[in-house]
């Protein structure tokens, strides 16, 4: 059964920046291609970015395009998201997953950016 642990969400003002990391028990990362996803209050869950261990290749919806970037450390087991130059509708609960997702959700990390 693997386990994820999202962490690295937080407040932040509009135009920060935050690392989002992603650990996963149970089994290596790098088996699966990864994703991050993100719910809104409201809303459903969406696809944000996706990383294919190989050959390293990713994919960002346009909301987020050139402002975040998903990366992953297969010697750490980690699955990272930097994002940059937040914005308020950025607001959302943010998970990893396998893409596309079957493994079981994990609690998932609140990010929340301020105007």
Request: glycine share 16%.
């Given at each position: 059964?693997?386990?994820l642990v999202e962490s690295g969400g937080g407040l932040v003002q509009a135009g920060g920046s935050l690392r989002l990391s992603c650990a996963a028990s149970g089994r290596t990362v790098s088996t699966y291609a990864m994703?991050?996803?993100r719910q809104a209050p409201g809303k459903d869950r969406e696809l944000v970015a996706r990383y294919d261990w190989n050959p390293g290749t990713t994919y960002y919806a346009d909301s987020v395009k050139g402002r975040f970037t998903i990366?992953?450390?297969n010697a750490k087991n980690l699955l990272y998201l930097q994002m940059?130059?937040?914005k308020p509708e950025d607001t959302a609960v943010y998970y990893c997953n396998s893409y596309p997702p079957r493994l079981s959700w994990g609690q998932g990390t609140q990010v929340t950016v301020s105007s």
């Open positions: 059964q693997v386990q994703g991050w996803f990366s992953g450390d940059s130059s937040l």
